[in-house]
């Protein structure tokens, strides 16, 4: 049962950030991409030979006992855990940072990671040191979608209704 309510709440996650990918963007009708998907690191790592990569997609881990699901579309971001979900915004100065305001049960409502600066990216990894003084690696699990669906079909009927 907890396993089917965290992959229900994973898709929930999913289709919510999908639904909210849009919000904050421009209306003048520029194709400017966020600047999430604008970080990128420049040539292939000479120690691992990876190649750069993008905040973008969805990525995985384990911390405290829990796997951790980060999906970063646009400038949208969702951190899903069994204790709760997380959602916010990528923002770009320096280096991406994530702002993530979180619910469920979480101890400190999931306020030690609620701010979250990307240390490193490539095409396999992703690190993130979080405001609590953690930094976690994700493993990338798949790639962010090229257009955002205009159509979500039967993915809203797995959105719980209250």
């Given amino acids: 049962m907890r396993t089917s309510a965290r992959v229900t709440g994973t898709a929930a996650a999913i289709a919510a950030v ?31 030979e990876r190649q750069p990569g993008t905040v973008q997609g969805i990525w995985r881990t384990s911390a405290d006992g829990e796997e951790l699901v980060l999906s970063i579309f646009a400038d949208g971001v969702s951190l899903v855990r069994e204790s709760g979900t997380c959602d ?24 030690e990671r609620s701010n979250g600066t990307v240390e490193k990216v490539d095409s396999e990894e992703l690190t993130i040191s979080w405001n609590s003084g953690a930094t976690d690696t994700y493993t990338k699990i798949a790639d962010a979608p090229k257009d955002m669906p205009t159509d979500l079909g039967d993915l809203e009927d797995l959105i719980p209704q209250n």
């Fill in 88 to 111: 916010g915004r990528v923002t770009e100065a320096d280096q991406p940072t994530l702002t993530l305001t979180c619910n469920g049960d979480q101890g400190d409502n999931g306020t």
């Fill in 18 to 48: 999908l639904l909210s990918g849009g919000c904050g963007q421009g209306g003048d009708g520029e194709d400017e991409k966020p600047a999430a998907e604008k970080s990128q690191n420049t040539g292939v790592d000479p120690e691992t």
